[in-house]
């Protein structure tokens, strides 16, 4: 799966954009990899988490973070019952599932 794949291979990006120098700050790096992670969401829930009309997959954009990492949760563990999110979810640990949750639940709708 492309998107496990490139989620799997941020940690490197970021350590890149971390260490070649240019001013770039540790919490530059941080706010990079954090949109990176949650790009790897907008193939189906839109740009920066806003759905396009009428798609039948949910917008995340300015979702509680609590909501949406719950929902996470639910489906990394089978709990809630999905076409491909329970796949998805278990590509992420739990501190990649907050920073995403943080990042959308910030996005205007
Ligand atoms: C391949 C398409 C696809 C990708 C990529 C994807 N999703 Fe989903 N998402 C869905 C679909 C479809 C659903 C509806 C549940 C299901 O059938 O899996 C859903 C449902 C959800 C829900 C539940 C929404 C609600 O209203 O309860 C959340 C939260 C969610 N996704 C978060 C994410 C996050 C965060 C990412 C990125 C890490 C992501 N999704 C990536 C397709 C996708």
Excluded: W
Aim: proline share 4%; hydrophobic share 45%; aromatic share 8%.
């Amino acid at each position: 799966m492309k998107s496990l794949f490139l989620a799997r291979s941020l940690p490197v990006v970021a350590g890149v954009v971390l260490f070649s120098g240019a001013g770039a700050s540790a919490q530059d790096a941080n706010a990079l990899y954090t949109r990176a992670l949650a790009a790897t969401c907008a193939n189906c829930h839109g740009t920066s988490g806003r759905a396009i009309d009428n798609s039948e997959v949910p917008g995340l954009a300015g979702m509680p973070a609590a909501y949406l990492a719950a929902q996470m949760q639910a489906f990394k563990k089978g709990e809630r019952p999905a076409t491909v999110m329970h796949q998805l979810a278990k590509g992420y640990t739990d501190e990649q599932i907050q920073q995403i949750a943080a990042y959308f639940a910030a996005q205007k709708k």
